[in-house]
């Protein structure tokens, strides 16, 4: 051992010989090429000067001892000329980032072993280098250069920097001055911006913007329903001014499935920005209904799973999910920072009903490459365990189906296709018919089966109307109202108030969902109203007619371990799910840093090896009411809070202007005060309150505040003195409403 130890050493001591000996003939190659190109031997190109000339000009020529040259990174050379630069407080740097900066600034282990170059040849060859232009350089050669950069301008996997150079950096790219790329780097930094304006702290009307420089696509535009104190609203939908003030920046929009929550906003979207709309073929009919019924024109185009776009600088991929919806699509964006993975609404169902399964290799293969960012659902990551198959409710319904004595009546989603397609199945092989009733029902029935997305048996389906003259036990009646919706045919139903179906004793009920949070009290009423005629209702988790279409915990944390996001984003869900996904992100290996929960109008920030939460965009919500889209607000809904709470008392009355004995004339009351109530109290039983308010507003009324200049002060005065009556008298406070005409 000692013997060998001693030869190693000695054969150490050689090579360090050699390497002395090449180096020092080299140096003299220098000097050589500089004294040449001082004499004019060799001409220098006008207005440069060549590296080993202004080297020799600037330092002394060093002895033999000198060691070899090491070349510094860029930037070092920025940090020496410019500076570093200024890092925002709210700035988060990845750990492993300081790792490979560090590990980049250490010396080269040593040269190549090799024969060195004659002094003649070694000048020639870098006087020729001196007044040759530059040379395209190879792929890998362009590789190799960009791996020289920082730390934090380089692309998460070596994999995706040889596809974004191949199609970006054809050339070797020059380098600039020490001091100009430390301003350029601060230019480039923090480009890549992911701004949500809906479906962050709340369920529903989800909306994300993903914004590079000039260039900014838009995933999904969905509605919420309306809260209930939300009286009168119709839908509720993102506020999307700040899309609106950058609308000749949007190249795109995508859409991912066709729920509401994804697509209903689209058509007041589309009416204020043009933009094409890609998305599957069953999305894009379902958002073609929507169009017409809105008189909208738009240029929308079908696309596949794995199928690419291009939209500006970014690169959208198209990824098959499974979910309660068929041609439900997550997106790979590829940016000039790295890959955005988006996976929206899913599940991973390993038998899905239409044989489609989500596409784990393209998932599993996209994390193997680099994914800079993940943004994944949130909505059951509370649910420990697995989501259940679809599947498993097609037996259920069967069972129900055989064993009703009566009519049978379900409700789900109406986008719910593969729902229906099973209730289609079940009723075919129990030998019933199936009626569709409520419009948003009939409308995707008609829809999905053109289009081959929904099987109907053959003479299974009949019109609504025949559905009294046929037997009971034969007949299924699918409606809209699994949310309890006011107007839904459901409700309707189990409130009597339906035209054509009629609750009846022995009729068995189907609630083949469960409740959006928010919903649980609109439908425990439709139960109950469904108890006292007579039906039984199916509605608890417990009987397995029901199985959600989004993830549970293991199926989450799976799709983390395929995709191996740098970062992590949870969506679509309330604060408490967002939070929850980031726990369980955290669970399988993620730094706590690098999970990031955000809130609707906030934005993220991204560069390649950091992120920052920076400003905020105008977001909230906009209320549809009718035709009406954003013109009720909370003022409005105030005085409807207020209307339904205490109703409201409308004054009237007239006065004219009559002639006294002097010249000028006095004003006078000649009809009125009339006093009308609505919501507030029985004005037959209640008429000494009535007589009470009355002669409150006849004394008010005097003369002096009839002048046509005090009339806004008497109505002021008789608003204020009846709301204190009302409250001492009845302990209400309804809206006060006076009008005060002149004749």
């Known amino acids: 051992m000692t013997e060998n130890k001693k030869n190693e050493g000695e054969k150490k001591k050689g090579i360090d010989l050699v390497v002395r000996s090449a180096i020092d003939r080299l140096v003299s190659a220098e000097q050589d090429a500089a004294a040449m190109a001082s004499a004019g031997a060799v001409p220098a190109a006008a207005g440069r000067r060549t590296k080993t000339a202004a080297a020799s000009t600037a330092e002394p020529v060093r002895q033999q001892s000198r060691k070899p040259r090491q070349r510094k990174p860029k930037a070092a050379e920025s940090k020496e000329t410019a500076g570093s630069p200024v890092v925002a407080p709210t700035e988060v740097v990845a750990p492993e980032a300081k790792t490979v900066a560090a590990a980049k600034t250490q010396p080269p282990a040593g040269k190549k072993r090799g024969r060195p170059k004659k002094n003649a040849t070694a000048a020639t060859s870098m006087a020729s280098a001196a007044v040759q232009p530059a040379r395209a350089v190879s792929r ?10 920082p730390a934090d301008e380089q692309l998460p996997t070596q994999s995706f920097h040889s596809n974004f150079l191949a199609l970006h950096h054809d050339a070797a790219p020059s380098k600039p001055h020490a001091a100009a790329a430390a301003s350029k780097k601060g230019d480039r930094e923090y480009k890549l911006k992911i701004i949500p304006l809906g479906g962050l702290g709340e369920v529903g009307k989800n909306m994300t913007l993903i914004q590079y420089a000039d260039d900014i696509i838009v995933v999904d535009g969905g509605v919420s329903f309306p809260e209930n104190d939300m009286f009168g609203v119709d839908l509720v939908i993102p506020d999307y001014s700040y899309l609106i003030e950058n609308k000749d920046k949007v190249r795109a929009f995508f859409l991912t499935h066709g729920h509401e929550d994804h697509i209903g906003a689209m058509p007041y979207i589309l009416n204020d920005i043009q933009a094409p709309v890609y998305s599957a073929p069953l999305t894009l009919g379902l958002l073609r209904g929507k169009l017409n019924e809105h008189r909208i024109n738009a240029d929308l185009r079908q696309v596949a799973p794995r199928e690419e776009v291009t939209a500006g600088l970014f690169r959208v991929e198209f990824v098959r999910l499974t979910h309660s919806i068929p041609d439900t699509m997550g997106l790979a964006v590829t940016t000039p920072v790295g890959v955005i993975l988006l996976i929206s609404d899913f599940k991973m169902d390993l038998s899905p009903i239409d044989g489609k399964q989500m596409d784990f290799g393209r998932i599993s293969a996209l994390g193997e490459k680099g994914v800079l960012l993940l943004m994944s659902d949130s909505t059951n990551a509370e649910r420990e365990g697995f989501t259940g198959s679809e599947r498993s409710v097609g037996a259920n319904l069967e069972r129900i189906f055989f064993n009703a004595p009566g009519r049978i009546i379900v409700t789900t989603f109406a986008s719910h296709v593969h729902r229906v397609q099973q209730v289609m199945q079940a009723a075919f092989k129990a030998g019933r018919k199936v009626a569709v009733c409520g419009r948003g029902m009939q409308n995707m029935t008609a829809i999905a089966a053109a289009m081959g997305y929904l099987e109907v048996p053959d003479k299974t389906l009949v019109d609504i109307e025949r559905i ?25 139903m189990a409130a009597g108030e339906h035209k054509q179906v009629q609750i009846r004793e022995g009729d068995t009920v189907v609630i083949s969902a469960t409740p959006i949070p928010g919903n649980d009290r609109m439908v425990s009423r439709t139960v109950d109203n469904l108890f006292r005629r007579g039906a039984y209702v199916y509605y608890e988790r417990a009987q397995h007619i029901h199985v959600s279409g989004h993830a549970s915990q293991e199926e989450l944390k799976l799709l983390l371990n395929l995709a191996k996001p740098r970062y992590f984003m949870p969506i679509h869900g309330e604060h408490h799910m967002l939070q929850k996904h980031a726990m369980l992100a955290q669970q399988v290996g993620m730094a706590a840093e690098n999970t990031i929960v955000m809130e609707n109008g906030q934005v993220l920030e991204l560069a390649r090896r950091s992120y920052r939460a920076t400003r905020s965009v105008e977001s909230g919500r906009v209320f549809v009411d009718g035709l009406g889209v954003g013109d009720v607000g909370a003022t409005v809904l105030r005085e409807r809070r207020q209307l339904s709470e205490g109703g409201v008392i409308v004054v009237s009355m007239t006065y004219s202007h009559e002639r006294g004995r002097g010249r000028s004339p006095v004003p ?24 009470e308010m009355k002669e409150k507003v006849v004394a008010l009324s005097t003369p002096e505040r009839l002048a046509d200049s005090n009339i806004n002060d008497l109505r002021n005065q008789i608003r204020s003195q009846l709301s204190k009556f009302v409250i001492e008298r009845t302990g209400r406070r309804p809206v006060i409403m006076v009008a005060v005409s002149v004749m």
């Open 468 to 492: 009294q003259d046929m037997p009971a036990d034969q007949t299924v009646i699918l409606t809209t109202g699994s949310q309890g919706e006011m107007m839904a045919g459901l409700t309707r």
């Open 668 to 691: 006078k009351l000649v009809a009125g005060p009339d006093i009308l109530t609505r919501g507030f109290i029985f004005e037959k039983e209640y008429e000494h309150i009535i007589g």
């Open 140 to 149: 890998k050669a362009n590789v190799r250069a960009y791996s020289g950069k």
